[in-house]
């Protein structure tokens, strides 16, 4: 009797954390607007606890990162490499380019181009998944940009942004090391030596994901809830263009590629979705003297997640209706 009470008690758990995580955009925009609303709701919450949160959720990717998963980066290399060129040319030009359209402040022009330097969401997984995508090519993407990122990000923000202000290359470079490699190391050791665990463990992932994801956003918007409410509506036109020509600009590579549909939307997603969290966390820890530099990764984590909702569900229905003819 008691085992199936426990089996219904887990059966409810994973049939929340499902919903948690199919609604992951709702949870995030409604996480935003009490934030800004009511900032008091977060900022009891310091801003260094952005870190050790994306560090939970690097740690669950390492987790759920399987050996075939990283079998795709060496046995893709062609479309692997494809997809990280174009995540790490894109991205920094459009934000480079709207900066400059739109004379940006230079606060909020470093804050677009953190989030355009930095690599592919984790929530792209999930996204490309509900697009009818190509989900190995999508986690071989992230998996690639995400080890990539130490080296290139720091770089590109230089390249980009160091006429702007200084950067401290080599402690960006630290920084994701301990917030994203090092918890991803520990997750694939965990996942190797303490397999029971994992997998019980793993289906409850991606819905802690979106919960902690949501606590990030709650964080950076409330402690910048004042200077939101002043300029938010120029940088958030920024922010919506910069997803927007991403996830185009992404998904038109693949077409001139003449790739499969499914590699198409895998690629234009992973482009156009941003680890925005990480950006604010850089923007954190070594931009402080510019605080508006947080605001563009705040933005952009709660609005790519409401855009690739809007794709997923677009493509979803567009490959049921190509289904039935």
């Given at each position: 009797m008691e085992t199936k009470k426990e089996m219904s008690a887990d059966g409810i758990l994973k049939?929340?954390?499902?919903?948690?995580?199919?609604?992951?955009?709702?949870?995030?925009?409604?996480?935003?607007?009490?934030?800004l609303g009511i900032p008091a709701a977060f900022t009891w919450m310091d801003t260094r606890t952005i870190n050790p949160m994306l560090g939970v959720i690097m740690f669950g990717m390492g987790l759920t990162l399987s050996p075939?998963?990283?079998?795709?980066?060496?046995?893709?290399?062609?479309?692997?490499?494809?997809?990280?060129?174009?995540?790490?040319?894109v991205m920094p030009l459009l934000a480079l380019g709207l900066s400059w359209a739109f004379s940006l402040p230079k606060e909020l022009a470093l804050g677009v181009i953190?989030?355009?330097?930095?690599?592919?969401?984790?929530?792209?997984n999930v996204i490309t998944y509900l697009a009818k995508g190509d989900l190995a090519l999508s986690v071989g993407m992230t998996a690639a940009s995400t080890l990539l990122a130490p080296l290139l990000t720091p770089l590109l923000v230089w390249l980009l942004a160091g006429t702007m202000v200084n950067v401290n290359t080599a402690g960006m470079l630290l920084s994701i090391v301990y917030v994203v490699i090092a918890p991803i190391v520990v997750g694939l050791l965990c996942q190797r030596y303490l397999p029971r665990m994992t997998q019980h463990i793993v289906p409850y992932l991606p819905a802690?994901?979106?919960?902690?994801?949501?606590?990030?956003?709650?964080?950076?918007?409330?402690?910048?809830?004042?200077?939101?409410?002043?300029?938010?509506?120029?940088?958030?036109?920024?922010?919506?263009?910069?997803?927007?020509?991403?996830?185009?600009?992404?998904?038109?590579?693949?077409?001139?590629?003449?790739?499969?549909?499914?590699?198409?939307?895998?690629?234009?997603?992973?482009?156009?979705?941003?680890?925005?969290?990480?950006?604010?966390?850089?923007?954190?820890?070594?931009?402080?003297a510019y605080p508006l530099a947080t605001i563009p990764g705040a933005l952009?984590?709660?609005?790519?997640?409401?855009?690739?909702?809007?794709?997923?569900?677009?493509?979803?229905?567009k490959s049921k209706k190509d289904g039935q003819r």
């Open positions: 049939k929340i954390c499902n919903y948690i995580s199919e609604y992951m955009g709702v949870l995030v925009v409604l996480v935003a607007a009490l934030s075939s998963d990283l079998h795709i980066v060496i046995s893709r290399p062609k479309e692997i490499l494809i997809g990280c060129l174009a995540q790490f040319t953190l989030v355009g330097c930095c690599p592919g969401g984790t929530a792209s802690f994901s979106s919960l902690t994801i949501a606590f990030v956003v709650g964080i950076v918007v409330s402690h910048n809830a004042d200077r939101l409410l002043v300029g938010g509506l120029l940088i958030a036109v920024v922010v919506i263009l910069h997803n927007l020509c991403g996830l185009g600009f992404g998904y038109l590579i693949g077409r001139l590629l003449r790739l499969p549909e499914a590699k198409q939307r895998a690629i234009a997603i992973e482009v156009g979705m941003q680890n925005s969290g990480l950006a604010s966390s850089l923007a954190t820890i070594h931009f402080a952009f984590s709660v609005w790519h997640n409401i855009s690739g909702a809007l794709f997923a569900r677009f493509f979803a229905v």
